[in-house]
């Protein structure tokens, strides 16, 4: 059974940090281009960071560049999202999923960015 947990989320304010994590179980997480996406109240789904399957590429939205940092624990089954230089633009839900959202959706965390 497919399940992948999202964690770390929280409330944060302008200019700081949070890492993210998604814990992935049940197919070939090592196999797998995987992706970070979040969604802002009334927004739809947006694709923020994604990995190849051996962390040595990555890409990133444009809104993010130079910010966000996505990296994987092959051994351990974990995708993270770094997130630095935090903006209130950032507040959304935060999912893991592949990139052609394959997966079941997992229940995501909520980043909050506010003073």
């Known amino acids: 059974q497919v399940q992948l947990v999202e964690s770390g989320g929280g409330l944060v304010q302008p200019g700081g940090f949070l890492r993210l994590s998604c814990a992935a179980s049940?197919?070939?997480?090592?196999?797998?281009?995987m992706s970070w996406f979040r969604q802002a109240p009334g927004k739809e789904r947006e694709l923020v960071a994604t990995?190849?399957?051996?962390?040595?590429?990555?890409e990133y939205a444009d809104s993010v560049k130079g910010r966000f940092t996505i990296s994987r624990d092959n051994d351990k089954n974990i995708l993270n999202l770094q997130m630095n230089s935090l903006k209130p633009e950032d507040t959304a839900v935060y999912y893991c999923?592949?990139?052609?959202?394959?997966?079941?959706w997992g229940q995501g965390t909520q980043v909050t960015v506010s003073s």
């Open positions: 990995i190849v399957s051996d962390g040595f590429n990555s």
């Open positions: 999923n592949t990139p052609w959202s394959t997966l079941d």
């Open positions: 049940g197919f070939a997480f090592g196999m797998a281009r």
